[in-house]
């Protein structure tokens, strides 16, 4: 599995960005794909997944009401819908997934992982 980040940039707080992860040989019939993000001097944190076993996608609490993700599956791509982003969402965004080897679901491990997008949001 190959995964490939795009839309990162930079935006004004209260603004909007939509995240891309293209996701070669991955079947949507059984994954999982995550969101992560890692900030300056912060260690790196969950931030939104889906997955075929899961009930429903989820949300850390930062960004739980700003944040969507939604899938694609014609053309093998996550997005991450950022909404009234915030100073405190400026981080490298990372896709990760699972393509069923553990489990697909968004409480088990991510064995494949992008090169990671820029967010810069500014005050």
């Known amino acids: 599995v190959q995964l490939v980040e795009s839309g990162g940039g930079e935006v004004q707080a209260g603004g909007s960005l939509t995240l891309s992860c293209t996701a070669s040989?991955?079947?949507?019939?059984?994954?999982?794909i995550a969101w992560f993000r890692q900030a300056p001097g912060k260690e790196r944190e969950g931030v939104s997944c889906?997955?075929?076993?899961?009930?429903?996608?989820t949300y850390e609490d930062p960004v739980k009401g700003r944040f969507t993700i939604s899938t694609d599956s014609a053309k093998s791509v996550v997005y991450l819908q950022m909404n009234n982003l915030k100073v405190e969402d400026t981080a490298i965004y990372y896709c990760?997934?699972?393509?069923?080897?553990?489990?697909?679901?968004?409480?088990?491990?991510?064995?494949?992982w992008g090169q990671g997008t820029q967010v810069t949001v500014s005050s």
């Open positions: 889906i997955s075929s076993r899961d009930a429903s996608p």
């Open positions: 040989g991955l079947s949507f019939a059984d994954y999982a």
């Open positions: 990760a997934a699972d393509d069923g080897t553990f489990g697909s679901r968004c409480s088990g491990y991510f064995g494949s």
